[in-house]
């Protein structure tokens, strides 16, 4: 059996524990709600909320140094990636969060074992949040910098977090 062979079997398995052990999960409403407080919270501006369709949501922010900055919550299997092609401009800077994992559009995604991971610690009830199904993709001109520590974005609330 090759490695992918088995990222495949552990996924199968991750998901079918999962979906018996199944916490509510946050809906993407909420990730999108979540997203604008953690910008307000880092001093962004929240300029626009825009819609693709029902398949992507695109968040607008800026600073004082930087305008025409974009965040959207995405699928960990990107089901949003040929509409993601489509945002900004063709010199932007692109990447990719997911934990403590940062990729650029070019390279494939590798968050296949990390999301594994927290499915597993969903299953033995580890964590007081299940695991998030999100990945978080910026779109910021060339001259921009944004931090790269999100971790906030897939940490339970505190006072929402549900007793082992």
Not at 4 to 33: H, Y
Request: hydrophobic residues 45%.
């Amino acid at each position: 059996m090759n490695w992918r062979q088995s990222v495949f079997a552990l996924m199968a398995i991750a998901a079918a524990g999962s979906a018996l052990a199944r916490a509510p999960a946050p809906t993407p409403k909420e990730d999108i709600v979540r997203l604008r407080q953690l910008l307000k919270h880092r001093d962004y501006d929240v300029n626009q909320v825009e819609w693709m369709g029902d398949a992507l949501t695109i968040i607008h922010f800026s600073s004082g140094a930087c305008r025409d900055m974009k965040v959207m919550p995405v699928s960990v299997v990107l089901q949003e990636s040929a509409l993601l092609k489509q945002v900004g401009a063709p010199a932007d800077t692109r990447y990719f969060l997911y934990r403590d994992h940062i990729w650029r559009m070019s390279q494939q995604p590798p968050v296949a074992l990390p999301h594994v991971a927290q499915q597993f610690l969903k299953i033995g009830h580890l964590r007081p949040r299940p695991a998030l199904d999100t990945m978080l993709f910026f779109v910021l001109p060339k001259t921009c910098r944004v931090s790269q520590d999100w971790s906030e974005f897939w940490q339970p609330d505190q006072d929402k977090a549900t007793p082992l």
